[in-house]
């Protein structure tokens, strides 16, 4: 068995000598597709992208971390236009609904050359796979970064059984329409190329279809499976001293007033700059909350070469700074905004809150509205965008925002935070109970049963 996915579960850096060492990735891909490849053994090929990840490839250096894994070497100005350009500056704006139309895109000679050097990225990973398969074997592909994967591992090995997963939302075919003829095609294609699609959200998978009815005059085969997260290992990282030191440092920062949270990357789709004008709005409605509440954001920089993130990066980092400006008083500190990396830091912030804030304009699914419940320990709500993914899930027992009505975001912040203790606890219970209904295994074993031979 193989996966595939833009990087791999382990990624490489330098210890205090000089030295190559390699770490486990943290991210979403590793929390739910880790368990499943480790446990069946699966070899996972993914891109070596950062002079580090290209030199211990280059050495042959192995790196378990329980998983196999397997490098494939991407030079810089490929992986650039690959990644940067194509994936993160086009597909990823497309499917989430990000472009300010009347500036963006532009699809001039410098993005088509991008366009080249993610077709050929794409043809790497198929023939690295291609290679590594065994005969009649199971291949996962991962995400949108390789959308033409499944049609050209179709074509080099037929005997193959295969299936996509698209961990993003899609977007309908007026917006994917944005996209040069060629290119949404391509797109499409290359994913309805393989075995089947699958989306955590039906939602998606119906704009999927919608797309491919409009552009290509066929279905494919496509299924829905809303990943889980590891609940028991969040419970352990909950547990551990790192996470109680943070959570204790929280307390002293919070005292005894409520606590609102969001954990976030720091990206337009994220929608963080609303959630801010949102708490700005209800201080401004309910005097009796000032100095009663505070907002810890926990908001880590992302894909920080590129121009729209710092732009975005600083107008959050200002924002919070007026809004600070604004409110504070003697001993009162409205905002908190943390935006290094820290994983326990963040498991104590969504332990500690009492009002967990998750308000994308568009997402796949957020496994961060599931994290929260499974490790609060104070009955704490969820403000959600009716938006992500994850709201077919949790809906029943959250409050549910247009993520772009900054005066419904701060209402709904205000009936959170006035529930009585008995809503609090039935609502929280019906939040843990719907946040573990699936899991990393259940996920990548509905993975497995819909991988067929394409054409089949």
Known sequence: MLVLSNRGPVSFGRDAEGNLQAKRGSGGLVVTLGPGAE??????LGCASTPDDREAAGLGLGADHGFRYRPVIVERDDYQGYYDVISNQTLWFCVHGLWDLPRRPRFDRHWWAAWRRFRAVNEQIADAAADAAAPGATVLIQDYQLALVPMMLADRRPDLRTVAFLHTPWCSPEELSVLPDEVAEAVLSGLAGGGACGFHSPRWAKAFDDCCQELLGRAPATFVSPAGTDAEDLRIVATTEACRREYDIIETQVGDRTLIVRVDRMEPSKNVLRGFWAFDELLETRADLRGRVVFAAMVYPSRVGLAEYQAYG????????????????????????????????SVAALRRSDVLLVNPVRDGLNLVAKEGPVVNDRNGSVVLSRQA??????????FGVNPFDVSGTAA?????????PEDRARQA???RKAAQSSSPLGWFDDQLSKAVRPGR
């Open 39 to 44: 446990r069946d053994g699966a070899l996972w």
């Open 314 to 345: 600083q107008e959050v980092q200002g924002l919070v700074a007026h809004l600070n400006a604004k409110w504070s008083s003697p001993g009162w500190t409205p905002i908190v905004l943390d935006t290094e990396d820290d994983y326990p830091r």
């Open 389 to 398: 993914g994850v709201w077919d899930e949790l809906g029943d027992h959250a």
């Open 412 to 420: 709904a912040l205000g009936q959170a935070i006035d529930l009585t």
């Open 429 to 431: 219970a019906g939040l």
